[in-house]
């Protein structure tokens, strides 16, 4: 699961969502359109912020202040949301007036609601990735390891699956590996050009990491 939709799904859980209504005074319904809205665009002008060494150093900064492990409806109950609020002027900058004032549209609600509920998940936001972020385990890579072989003899349960299988990874590999090299030139090693994900953070931070 992209890094997106794990945050997502942390929250639009019933206990992120209920907590997000009580403090904004609005249905749960109308916080869950206001967070679909806001995360994927947040995490974009992230991505855009890091894609400099100061701003990658700037927001690592910010996530090592950032590190809450409890789980996120309970940061979300208990967010402090004037730092809240801080977050989302750093990651916004001068359109953040407008960024509150489109998520209320499309959620249908006021600025100052729309305001409550970003405020209160910024923090969450910052702790999430920051998670993400950590450099790669021995565990983590054995685990992902584990994953992939599992999905492979899945594959290849059936001779048509494996030859398949074999025949479209040796074709994805003469595509990819020109890209891979020219995506190496761009952006100190990403390429931001076919969109902005929450992989392409994950990857900025953790090289800055290194």
């Not at 665009?41 to 090592?64: C, D, H, R, V």
């Not at 900058?93 to 509150?100: N, S, T």
């Not at 004032?101 to 609600?109: E, L, R, V």
Request: charged letters at 30%; proline letters at 2%.
């Amino acid at each position: 699961m992209d890094l997106v939709s794990t945050i997502l799904k942390s929250m639009t859980s019933d206990s992120s969502l209920g907590a997000l209504a009580g403090k904004a005074g609005v249905s749960a319904d109308s916080v869950e359109k206001a967070i679909t809205s806001a995360i994927p665009s947040l995490i974009g002008s992230l991505t855009k912020n890091a894609s400099s060494a100061a701003g990658a150093k700037s927001l690592l900064g910010a996530l090592s202040q950032h590190e809450d492990k409890s789980d996120v409806s309970s940061q979300i109950k208990n967010a402090d949301e004037e730092d809240g609020n801080k977050i989302i002027g750093k990651i916004m900058g001068d359109g953040k007036d407008d960024f509150i004032s489109s998520i209320a549209k499309k959620a249908g609600i006021n600025a100052g609601q729309s305001n409550a509920i970003l405020s209160s998940i910024a923090p969450a936001l910052l702790s999430s990735i920051s998670a993400a972020a950590k450099p790669d385990t021995a565990e983590s890579v054995a685990k992902e390891k584990e994953e992939r072989k599992a999905k492979e003899e899945k594959a290849e349960s059936s001779f048509l699956g494996g030859f398949f299988s074999k025949f479209m990874k040796d074709e994805d590999d003469k595509v990819e590996e020109p890209k891979k090299a020219e995506k190496e030139e761009k952006k100190g090693g990403f390429d931001i050009s076919d969109g902005i994900d929450g992989s392409d953070l994950l990857a900025i931070l953790k090289k800055t990491m290194l």
